[in-house]
């Protein structure tokens, strides 16, 4: 099991940017394949991004080359860079960690969820 603490949502206009954190706690964080959800309301909880122990990285199509994952394993934190943020990715954005990843369906290796973070982008 582990722990993980989101921060750094917030509400932006479009074309802004914005850096949410997620620090993990509970395990060897490097052991992890980490990962970003977001829901919207009226909508089912979808992949964002995701990163494995080696750094190499997955991304939903809606939002390849704007969005960026990474990972600090010495300070037990993930990032995801958000940038050209467009009104469809408002959503509560979710950190989560996992043992496996399964390209049909992200949930179902996760092992973790945090609570969310809002994020809100005004046209």
């Known amino acids: 099991q582990v722990q993980l603490v989101e921060s750094g949502g917030g509400s932006v206009q479009a074309g802004g940017s914005l850096r949410l954190s997620c620090a993990a706690s509970g395990y060897t964080f490097s052991s992890y394949i980490m990962g970003w959800f977001r829901q919207a309301p009226g909508k089912e909880r979808e992949g964002v991004a995701a990163i494995d122990s080696d750094g190499s990285t997955s991304y939903a199509d809606s939002v390849k080359g704007r969005f960026t994952i990474s990972r600090d394993n010495a300070k037990g934190t993930v990032y995801l860079q958000m940038n050209s943020l467009k009104p469809e990715d408002t959503a509560m954005y979710y950190c989560?960690?996992?043992?496996?990843?399964?390209?049909?369906?992200?949930?179902?290796?996760?092992?973790?969820w945090g609570q969310g973070t809002q994020v809100t982008v005004s046209s």
């Open positions: 989560a960690a996992g043992t496996f990843f399964d390209v049909a369906d992200w949930t179902r290796g996760i092992d973790s």
